[in-house]
T-cell receptor
Framework: EPEVTQTPSHQVTQMGQEVILRCVPI?????FYWYRQILGQKVEFLVS????????KSEIFDDQFSVERPDGSNFTLKIRSTKLEDSAMYFC?????????????FGQGTRLTVV | GDSVTQMEGPVTLSEEAFLTINCTYT??????LFWYVQYPGEGLQLLLK?????DKGSNKGFEATYRKETTSFHLEKGSVQVSDSAVYFC?????????????FGKGMKLTVNP
């Protein structure tokens, strides 16, 4: 069964460092997403990506964040200068059409710890 | 803005017990409603959904009915199994303003003991 894969499963980084979280969406999907969940809080939307551009982003997704689909298979989330409050579980997701109208497939998550 | 409130747990049940996980929502428009489940070590998976009032979503013995009058979408299962141990997320998607994102609740961890 096709699945979304995320690497690494756990990343520890020093405050101020750049991190790149990687995701391989399902191959025929067209919509890609990043969500995050701070421990004990809700799963929060960060950004959606379609047709090689950002289609929607949340207030959380400020200039420190960027996304890229560099080679047609990977979908990455970059945090330029990490802060302690960026510590969270980050989920990548993909869907054939927009998430409202179909099942979205999520990866198992990357736990980011900023120290 | 739109939001989802659900029972937080954690909840521990014995096998064959009845399960209810409450979920209520606030939305500007007319949202679609979802339950996602996350089994240990895996990503979130769609469990069921409903797109309009009085629709009932069902899957794997789980059911939820879209109640517009009470803005609720409670998840139920008559007899849980050990394999139902997971985290359950209620979510909505509201097209108002062209948004297509899912808005999630906090999730509720369920443990089912044999």
């Amino acid at each position: 069964e096709p699945e979304v894969t995320q690497t690494p499963s756990h990343q520890v980084t020093q405050m101020g460092q750049e991190v790149i979280l990687r995701c391989v969406p399902i191959s025929n999907h067209l919509y890609f997403y990043w969500y995050r969940q701070i421990l004990g809080q809700k799963v929060e939307f960060l950004v959606s990506f379609y047709n090689n551009e950002i289609s929607e982003k949340s207030e959380i997704f400020d200039d420190q964040f960027s996304v890229e689909r560099p080679d047609g298979s990977n979908f990455t989330l970059k945090i330029r200068s990490t802060k302690l409050e960026d510590s969270a579980m980050y989920f990548c997701a993909s869907s054939e059409v927009r998430m409202r109208d179909t099942e979205a497939f999520f990866g198992q998550g990357t736990r980011l710890t900023v120290v | 803005g739109d939001s989802v409130t659900q029972m937080e747990g954690p909840v521990t049940l014995s096998e064959e017990a009845f399960l209810t996980i409450n979920c209520t929502y606030t939305a500007t428009g007319y949202p679609s409603l979802f339950w996602y489940v996350q089994y240990p070590g895996e990503g979130l998976q769609l469990l069921l959904k409903a797109t309009k009032a009085d629709d009932k979503g069902s899957n794997k013995g789980f059911e939820a009915t879209y109640r517009k009058e009470t803005t609720s979408f409670h998840l139920e299962k008559g007899s849980v199994q050990v394999s139902d141990s997971a985290v359950y997320f209620c979510a909505l998607s509201d097209l108002v303003g062209g948004s297509e994102k899912l808005v999630f609740g906090k999730g509720m961890k369920l443990t089912v003991n044999p």
